[in-house]
């Protein structure tokens, strides 16, 4: 490894990697604590930190040496977001952490701005609280930043995405001046990237929370403590996170348990038999493709044998999802491609339904249940674009910026529409309820297959267009209510 001086920033290079050829990212090592050269195994703490980084989809490590305090700190790591293009990571070099755990981070595929966080309240100088709202970090803290209603704890991993540099960079200079004026209090280097989270939120920038779960991260300030949290990673096993992580914790009701309960023994097979998430993906749609052939035939038999393939087909789309988590082989071929096959199996089972029904009117009850689920979708990819934009330009609606000299983070209470759905996400009962009335495409399958298989295609237009039809209103409802927050 190259060796630190103080005050200055170096480039490690990492070795050749087959995972790294197309990644943007950068990892900024905060060597400026003590702590960092505690020892661990063979070497430092840093040495760790930087060889677990070598396996990671990391283009190169800038390490930040220690020499002019916490000012000199924020304005290196002001420079490289100045200087730097893709995503930048910013790492305390005292860290512990399973390599599963920043994987979280720097292999997630948006590549955004996220925070490392932990859903517990035994907050410590170490451990400084946020607060956490749908996913997002909504307020963070540090010695002299206070956070009400604290229910997370952040663990010391920051990144920002290539379009909020700008910000980190403009936040890190600001922070730099403050606290060398004495403003922040009696903050010390330790809460550097403390500090950082603290601006990036206030400042409006959409920070996620990437929850670490069973997994391990934690800063240590002296040997014991550094010991006993290597300790504590032998006590996790990553591979077994790493297949429960693959599963999404916050899909549609049918697909947690009716698919996902045995898909994801499907995942190291297919991962043995070098099966990639596209193929799956391809295989899926063939599935959904032979299902319209048996609905069109129209008879009792066909219409079972069609159920079932609309299911399995069904089981494939989660298990293509799964397996591109668990692999992380992510691309926007894939996304666009996952996206498009949805789309493609639904209709076409439509297709397959109106042929196989020999009364009159089926037709018009087609294409009517396929536009009103065109509109659905576009109700969320319009908002989803309205959000994204908005993000780009710092304005976060309904969340102005805040100043960094203020100790106290006022919490924003929601109201109407919104605070309701707050209330009801907080009950199990009620949080699946909500899940299963948007109609997700797992229940619009389901919906598909028991009443094509029971009855007729007739009964599944009718079913699809009234339940539907509640949804579409229940989602645009929901936007409003978030957009004019």
């Known amino acids: ?22 990644t943007t990212t950068s990892a900024v090592l905060l060597a400026t604590t003590p702590a960092c050269r505690l020892s661990s195994g063979d070497g430092t703490l840093l040495d760790r930190l930087h060889d677990q980084l070598s396996v990671l989809p990391v283009r190169d490590v800038l390490v930040v040496s220690a020499g002019g305090g916490l000012g000199a700190d924020l304005r290196g ?37 996220a925070a490392l966080i932990a859903h517990d309240a035994a907050t410590s100088p170490l451990r400084p609280p946020v607060r956490v709202e749908g996913g997002k970090v909504v307020a963070a803290g540090s010695s002299f930043h206070l956070v009400p209603e604290a229910n997370a704890t952040f663990r010391g991993v920051l990144q920002t995405g290539e379009s909020d540099l700008p910000a980190l960079a403009d936040i890190a200079e600001e922070l730099a001046e403050l606290s060398e004026a004495g403003k922040l209090g009696p903050v010390t280097a330790v809460e550097a990237v403390d500090l950082l989270l603290v601006g990036l939120v206030r ?14 991260a934690d800063r ?29 914790d916050d899909d ?63 089981a494939l789309d989660c298990l293509d999802g799964q ?21 493609f199996k639904e209709y076409v089972v439509y297709v397959g339904l109106a042929f196989g029904f020999a009364g009159p009117g089926i037709w018009p009850l087609a294409v009517g249940a396929m536009i009103l689920q065109v509109v659905r979708h576009a109700i969320d990819a319009t908002y989803a674009g309205a959000v994204a934009d ?33 209330r009801l996400e907080r009950g199990t009962v009620a949080r699946w309820l909500k899940k299963i009335v948007v109609l997700p495409i797992g229940e619009r399958m389901a919906l598909i297959a028991v009443t ?34």
């Open 203 to 216: 400042s409006g920038v959409s920070v996620r929370a990437a929850a670490i779960g069973p997994l391990h």
């Open 323 to 343: 397996l591109a988590r668990y692999t992380r082989t992510f691309s926007p071929l894939g996304a666009w491609a996952d996206g498009m096959s949805d789309r």
């Open 77 to 113: 790591v002001a420079k490289i977001a100045r200087t730097t293009t893709g995503t930048v990571a910013v790492l305390p070099a005292d860290l512990v952490a399973h390599t599963e755990a920043l994987a979280l981070l720097l292999e997630h595929p948006a590549h955004d701005t």
């Open 452 to 485: 094509a298989a029971g009855w007729n295609a007739r009964v599944t237009f009718l079913s699809l267009l009234c339940w539907g039809g509640v949804a579409a209103l229940y989602q645009l409802a929901g936007r409003i209510a978030r957009s004019a927050r």
């Open 252 to 314: 549609g009701f049918l697909a947690t348990f009716l698919v996902s309960s045995w898909t994801r023994h499907l995942i190291r097979p297919a991962v043995l038999l070098k099966l990639a998430p596209n193929t799956v993906t391809g295989f899926s749609a063939g599935l959904a493709l032979l299902a319209a052939v048996w609905f069109s035939a129209g008879t009792q038999g066909g219409r079972l044998a069609g159920a079932v393939l609309l299911y399995l087909s069904f």
């Open 1 to 22: 490894m190259t060796a630190l001086h103080p005050g200055r920033e170096e480039t490690c290079a990492l070795p050749d990697s087959p995972i790294r050829g197309g």
């Open 220 to 248: 240590v300030s002296g040997q014991n403590a550094a010991d006993a949290a290597v300790v504590r990673l032998s006590e996790v096993d990553e591979e077994q996170v790493r297949l429960d992580t693959s599963v999404k």
């Open 390 to 422: 908005a993000a780009k330009v710092g304005a976060m609606w309904g969340r102005p910026a805040r100043s960094l000299m203020e100790s106290h983070d006022a919490r924003r209470d929601h109201a109407g529409v919104l605070r309701i759905a707050q």
